[in-house]
C-alpha cells in the first residue's frame, strides 16, 4: 500500500503545469523600473485625465513612504520592484470590430486553454473581458449588456467614458494607501475590467474576465471595480491560468466591490497560475487585496474562490457589512503542493445591525507546500444580533507539508454570536478501506474524498466553473495519500 | 522604566543577571505594534509608577507584618511557601517534612537566552521563588500553596519558581496572589515545571487580587514520556493581567491539560496566551478556556498549537468559549493551528455568545429571578473548569468566591 501511495505521489509531483507555453507578440514595454517617471508613463500611454495621474501620483508617493508587509506565513526572496516592467501592451492596438481582426497568435493561445472566443460566445452565454497582458484586446457581449444599461468594460475605457462613476467609486473600498501591494497597483495599474449594473436590474449573463500573465518579466496589476446598484444582481467570474516561467512574477491585483440598498454580488474565482516546478522554482507571487462593500441594507457579497496556482499566494477577500441586515459570504478551497505557498482567508466586519456572515475555507496541502488560514472576524459596537459561522477544514496528503490557521475574533458587541471551527486530518485510512472494499481503486476513492471534503465550496461556483475547478484539483492532487 | 534599568545596570554584579537586563533593555518595553502584544497595552501598568531597583534597594523594602491568622483564613492546606512582597517569609510558611522533597534557598538565576523582555527582566532583577525538587516515587497528598502577598509595594516584583518533578511522584500546587491593603502592585513572574516520566502534576493558578494587582506571569511547562501535567488559570478579579502558557511536550503518550475560566465584572484585562509544542509521537493535549465577561473588561485568549513533523499521531484539541454579558467588554480570540506532521487530529474551536434567552425564561418560569437566574447559568458556565479541580478543598473554596462575586447562593 505504501508503496503504491509513494507511486502516485510521485506521479502527481511530476505532473508538468498542463497550460505552460508562451505567446510571441511583440510588446510596447515601459522601461524597466518604477520611478514617477513610469507613472506618468503609464498614465499618458493609457490617454489618462488629469485627475487620475494625480491620483496615481499621489498612491505612488504614499507606496514609497510604506515598508513591505511580513507578517504573513510566507517565506519568498525580496522582490526587486526596480527591476520589473510595469506595463506591457500587445502592439496591435486597432479598434476591433469582430474576433477576425485579432491577432492570430493571440486566438491560438485562447484556443489553447481552451477558450476560443466565439465558442465560448455561442456555448455558454458568457460576456469575457479577455485581459491579455494588460490591455483588453476584445470585449464581446457588449452589445447584448448595453441594451440593459450595463457597463462592462476596461478599466481604461471607463475612464474615459464614464469618469464620474470612476471618479466616485475608485479606492472607496480599497484606499489608494490601504497597504503596500494595493499602493503599488493604485500607483501604477494597468488595466482592468469595470462593471456597472444599473438600479433593479438583474445581470442576464455571468460576466467573466479571463486573466493571463504573458510577457517575461512584467508583472500585472489589475484593477476590478465592481458596482451593483440598488436591487440589482451580478455574477463575475474570473479565472486565470499562466504560461511557464522561470522568473518569479509579480502580481499585485486590486478588486472592489460595492453593493447598495438590496444589491447581490457573486463574484467567483479559479485560480491556477504557474506554481513553480517540482523544485519550487518560478512560479507567479500573487499579492493581491480584494474587498467588498455592503454599503446598502439587505445587499449581499459573496466570494468563492479555488486556489490552486501561484507560489505564493497572499489574498484576503473581505467583507464589510456596513448596511443593516447586509450578508458576507466567503467560500474557498486552496490546493498547495510542491514548494507552494498559501496565505489566504478573509474578513468580516460587521458593522450594521443583523448582519451575517458565514466563512467556509478548506486548505489541501501536500509535497513540501504551506498552507494557512487567516481570518478575522470583527463585530463591531454596535451590530447588534450580528451572526458569524466560520470552519476551516485542513487536509494534509504527505509528512511534508503544513497546515496553519490563524483566525481572529474580536467581539465587542453582546447581542452577536460568533462561531469558529477548525480542523486538521488526512486521508483516514479507514476511508480509503471503506472505497477500496467496494471495488473503487485508491486514486478515485481519493479523489472522492477531496471532491467531498470541497463540495460545500463547489457547490458555491457557478456551473462554467465548477466543471475547470474540478477538474483542476484532479490535476493537482488526485492520488497523493499521505 | 528603559532608563532605570540603564541606572541600575552597573549596580548589578551577577554577570548573568547583568547580561539579561542588558538584553531587557535592548529589546525594550512591549508595545501594541507587537502581534503578541497587539490587544493588551503594557504601559498602562507601568503608568501606574512602578519602579525598579536592585535586589539590595529591595531588601530595604522589607520589615512588614502579616498576622498568622490572615495566612491561616486564606489557607486550606499546612504546606504553604509565602513570599511577601517577593521575599520569603519563613514564619508564614510551613513547608513539608520529607526526605525528598527538597527546598533550596534560592538563588534561581539562570542563564537567559530569549527574545522576551519580561522574562529577562524577571531573570535580572529575580528577587525569591521557590526552588523545588521532589524525588521519585512520592505521592504528595496534600496540596502546596503558594502565596504571593503584596503589601503597599511600588517596585515591581520578580519572582522565578522552578519546580523539579521526579518519575512516578504526583503532587498538587495551588498559587494565589493576594493584595493585602489594596494598594497598587505588580507582580512579573516566572516559573519553569520540570516534569519527570510518568509523573502527575496540578497546578493551579488563583488570580483574585483585587482590580489594583497586576500579573505579568510566565509558566513554562516541559514534560517528559507518559507524565500527565495539568494547569488550570483562574482569573477573577485585577487590573491587567497577561499569562503565558507554554507545554513543551517532550516525551511520547505525554498528556497536557490546559483549562483557565476568566470571570471579569469591572476593567479587568485578561490576557491569556498558551502555547503547546507537540515534538514527538503519540501524545495528547486538551484545553478549554471559558470567559465571561462583564462591565467593560476586556478579554484576549491566543491559543496556538505546534505540532512538529516528528509527532505523528498527535491528538490535540483546543476550545474558546466566552460569554458577553455587557455591550462595553470585548473579547479577542484566536485560536491557532501549526501543523507541520500529517497523521494527526487536531481541532480547534472559539465561540462567543451570550445568555440564551429560552434558558433564562426557563428559569424564570420557576419562580426565579432574573439576575439570580443569570447569575445560575454563569455559574454553570464556568463550572465546566472548576469541576475539573482534584482537590476538593479548593474546589468548594473557588465555588464560593464565584458565587460571591455572581451574587448568588450555591
Redesign the interface.
Known amino acids: 500500500m505504501q508503496e503504491t501511495q509513494d507511486e502516485i505521489l510521485e506521479e502527481v509531483v511530476n505532473s508538468e503545469y498542463k497550460y505552460g507555453f508562451i505567446t510571441d507578440i511583440e510588446t510596447d514595454d515601459a522601461p524597466i523600473g518604477l520611478t514617477e517617471e513610469t507613472v506618468r508613463f503609464i498614465s499618458a500611454k493609457k490617454e489618462e485625465p488629469e485627475w487620475m495621474l494625480e491620483w496615481r501620483l499621489k498612491a505612488f508617493r504614499d507606496w514609497q513612504k510604506m515598508p513591505e508587509p511580513s507578517w504573513a506565513n510566507v517565506h519568498f526572496p525580496k522582490v526587486d520592484f526596480q527591476n520589473i516592467i510595469y506595463y506591457s501592451a500587445p502592439k496591435q492596438k486597432v479598434e476591433l470590430n469582430s474576433l477576425d481582426e485579432v491577432d492570430p497568435e493571440l486566438l491560438k493561445t485562447f484556443e489553447k486553454l481552451g477558450i476560443s472566443l466565439d465558442e465560448q460566445k455561442r456555448l455558454s452565454n458568457v460576456a469575457i473581458d479577455v485581459v491579455f497582458d494588460s490591455v483588453s484586446v476584445k470585449t464581446t457581449f457588449q452589445e447584448t449588456l448595453k441594451e440593459k444599461g450595463i457597463i462592462f468594460c476596461s478599466m481604461s475605457d471607463a475612464i474615459k467614458e464614464h469618469p464620474e462613476l470612476v471618479k466616485k467609486y475608485i479606492g472607496s473600498v480599497v484606499p489608494k494607501n490601504d497597504n503596500f501591494y494595493a499602493a503599488l497597483n493604485c500607483a501604477v495599474f494597468s488595466d482592468g475590467s469595470f462593471c456597472y449594473i444599473p438600479k433593479g436590474v438583474r445581470c442576464p449573463m455571468e460576466l467573466s474576465t479571463y486573466f493571463r500573465i504573458n510577457s517575461a518579466g512584467s508583472g500585472q496589476f489589475e484593477r476590478t471595480l465592481l458596482i451593483a446598484d440598488e436591487g440589482s444582481y451580478v455574477s463575475y467570474l474570473e479565472g486565470c491560468t499562466a504560461p511557464q516561467r522561470d522568473e518569479n512574477q509579480l502580481h499585485a491585483a486590486v478588486v472592489e466591490l460595492i453593493a447598495l440598498d438590496n444589491a447581490e454580488i457573486k463574484y467567483s474565482t479559479v485560480q491556477n497560475w504557474y506554481p513553480g516546478n517540482a523544485e519550487g522554482k518560478g512560479g507567479i507571487y500573487n499579492f493581491v487585496t480584494k474587498r467588498g462593500i455592503c454599503k446598502g441594507n439587505n445587499s449581499k457579497i459573496s466570494w468563492t474562490q479555488v486556489e490552486t496556482g501561484s507560489a505564493i499566494t497572499w489574498k484576503y477577500p473581505s467583507c464589510i457589512l456596513a448596511g443593516d441586515n447586509s450578508i458576507g459570504e466567503f467560500y474557498s478551497v486552496a490546493v498547495t503542493n510542491n514548494y507552494q505557498q498559501a496565505d489566504t482567508g478573509t474578513k468580516m466586519i460587521h458593522i450594521g445591525k443583523n448582519t451575517k456572515s458565514r466563512i467556509v475555507s478548506k486548505g489541501i496541502s501536500a509535497g513540501k507546500s504551506q498552507n494557512s488560514y487567516r481570518g478575522l472576524v470583527k463585530v463591531h459596537r454596535k451590530a447588534e444580533n450580528a451572526r458569524n459561522f466560520s470552519q476551516c477544514d485542513s487536509l494534509l496528503m504527505g509528512d511534508q507539508c503544513g497546515a496553519h490557521t490563524f483566525p481572529y475574533l474580536e467581539v465587542s458587541n453582546n447581542s452577536s454570536k460568533v462561531e469558529h471551527e477548525a480542523t486538521t486530518s488526512k486521508i483516514g485510512e479507514d476511508m480509503l478501506f471503506y472505497f477500496q472494499q467496494r471495488g473503487i481503486d485508491e486514486e478515485t476513492a481519493v479523489a472522492m474524498i477531496v471532491n467531498g471534503f470541497c463540495k460545500e465550496v463547489m457547490d458555491n461556483l457557478p456551473m462554467e466553473f465548477a466543471v475547470e475547478a474540478r477538474k483542476l484539483l484532479e490535476i493537482s492532487l488526485e492520488g497523493s495519500v499521505g | 522604566m528603559i532608563k532605570e534599568l540603564e541606572n541600575i545596570l552597573p549596580t548589578i554584579t551577577d554577570e548573568k543577571q547583568k547580561a539579561s537586563l542588558q538584553k531587557a533593555i535592548t529589546i525594550g518595553v512591549p508595545s501594541m505594534k507587537q502581534?503578541e502584544w497587539k490587544y493588551t497595552y503594557y504601559n498602562k501598568i507601568l503608568q501606574q509608577g512602578f519602579t525598579t531597583t536592585n535586589l539590595e534597594g529591595f531588601k530595604k523594602l522589607q520589615g512588614l507584618k502579616i498576622e498568622k491568622e490572615f495566612i491561616d483564613a486564606n489557607s486550606i492546606s499546612t504546606n504553604r511557601i509565602v513570599f511577601v512582597n517577593g521575599i520569603f517569609h519563613n514564619e508564614l510558611s510551613t513547608l513539608i517534612n520529607h526526605p525528598k522533597i527538597n527546598f533550596w534557598d534560592s538563588n534561581n538565576v539562570t542563564e537567559s537566552n530569549t527574545k522576551d523582555f519580561l522574562i529577562e527582566l524577571n531573570n535580572a532583577l529575580t528577587t525569591d521563588g521557590v526552588f523545588l525538587e521532589i524525588g521519585d516515587n512520592v505521592v504528595v497528598d496534600e496540596l502546596i500553596e503558594i502565596f504571593y502577598i503584596n503589601q503597599n509595594c511600588n517596585q515591581i516584583i520578580n519572582l522565578k519558581n522552578n519546580i523539579k518533578i521526579g518519575k512516578n511522584t504526583q503532587v498538587k500546587f495551588a498559587e494565589y496572589y493576594i493584595n493585602y491593603d489594596h494598594s497598587p502592585a505588580y507582580n512579573n513572574i516566572v516559573t519553569s515545571i520540570d516534569v519527570a516520566e510518568s509523573a502527575n502534576v496540578e497546578f493551579y493558578k488563583v488570580q483574585d487580587g483585587g482590580n489594583v494587582l497586576n500579573i505579568t506571569d510566565n509558566t513554562f511547562v516541559q514534560q517528559a514520556a507518559k507524565s500527565i501535567c495539568n494547569v488550570t488559570t483562574f482569573s477573577l478579579t485585577g487590573g491587567i493581567t497577561r499569562n503565558v502558557l507554554q507545554f513543551d511536550v517532550n516525551g511520547e503518550r505525554a498528556e497536557s491539560h490546559m483549562n483557565g475560566l476568566y470571570l471579569l465584572q469591572n476593567e479587568e484585562h485578561v490576557d491569556n496566551r498558551t502555547l503547546v509544542n507537540h515534538n514527538v509521537a503519540n501524545c495528547e493535549s486538551f484545553e478549554l478556556y471559558k470567559g465571561i465577561l462583564g462591565g467593560k473588561s476586556t478579554g484576549v485568549f491566543n491559543g496556538k498549537i505546534v505540532v512538529a513533523?516528528a509527532a505523528?499521531k498527535t491528538n490535540a484539541f483546543q476550545s474558546n468559549r466566552?460569554i458577553?454579558?455587557?455591550?462595553d467588554?470585548?473579547?479577542?480570540?484566536?485560536?491557532?493551528?501549526?501543523?507541520?506532521?500529517?497523521?494527526?487530529?487536531?481541532?480547534?474551536?472559539?465561540?462567543?455568545?451570550?445568555i440564551e434567552d429560552s434558558e433564562l425564561f426557563y428559569l424564570q418560569a420557576r419562580g426565579i429571578g432574573k439576575e439570580v437566574a443569570r447569575g445560575l447559568l454563569v455559574f454553570a458556565f464556568g463550572e465546566e473548569i472548576v469541576e475539573k479541580i482534584k482537590n476538593e478543598a479548593l474546589k468548594d473554596k473557588l465555588e464560593k468566591r464565584i458565587a460571591e462575586l455572581l451574587k448568588i447562593e450555591i
Open positions: 502581534e513533523q505523528q466566552n458577553l454579558l455587557s455591550n467588554a470585548n473579547i479577542y480570540t484566536k485560536p491557532q493551528l501549526e501543523i507541520f506532521a500529517d497523521d494527526v487530529k487536531c481541532s480547534h474551536g472559539a465561540t462567543t455568545s451570550q
